[in-house]
Nanobody, 115 residues
Framework: QVQLVESGGGLVQAGDSLRLSCAAS????????MGWYRQAPGKQRELVAG???????NYVDSVKGRFTISRDNAKNTLYLQMYSLKPEDTAVYYC?????????WGQGTRVTVSS
């Protein structure tokens, strides 16, 4: 069974940067499009960035130009580089497949952006 382990979150100030990582066990990673989701307090989980097996990316409008998703299939690892963080980016961030999550959720990594 594939396990997803997210890391890299933390408490930062508005305008700072963070790099999130998602380590996946098993061989499923390289054959799946992957994405980063986030869930802010009191809100539904939303997909913020996705990347195909070939490296094509897409983003939700609110993070375009500030977030960059990438993957290293040799390391079974997904990344999310976040720049110019805003308080509204505060959430727990998770990785999973796209479209639609088909793996068990990891514990997520919490990002808190103070103003």
């Amino acid at each position: 069974q594939v396990q997803l382990v997210e890391s890299g979150g933390g408490l930062v100030q508005a305008g700072d940067s963070l790099r999130l990582s998602c380590a996946a066990s098993g061989r499923t990673f390289s054959i799946n499009a992957m994405g980063w989701y986030r869930q802010a307090p009191g809100k539904q989980r939303e997909l913020v960035a996705g990347i195909s097996t070939g490296g094509r990316t897409n983003y939700v409008d609110s993070v375009k130009g500030r977030f960059t998703i990438s993957r290293d299939n040799a390391k079974n690892t997904l990344y999310l580089q976040m720049y110019s963080l805003k308080p509204e980016d505060t959430a727990v961030y998770y990785c999973n497949t796209v479209p639609g999550w088909r793996l068990s959720w990891g514990q997520g990594t919490r990002v808190t952006v103070s103003s």
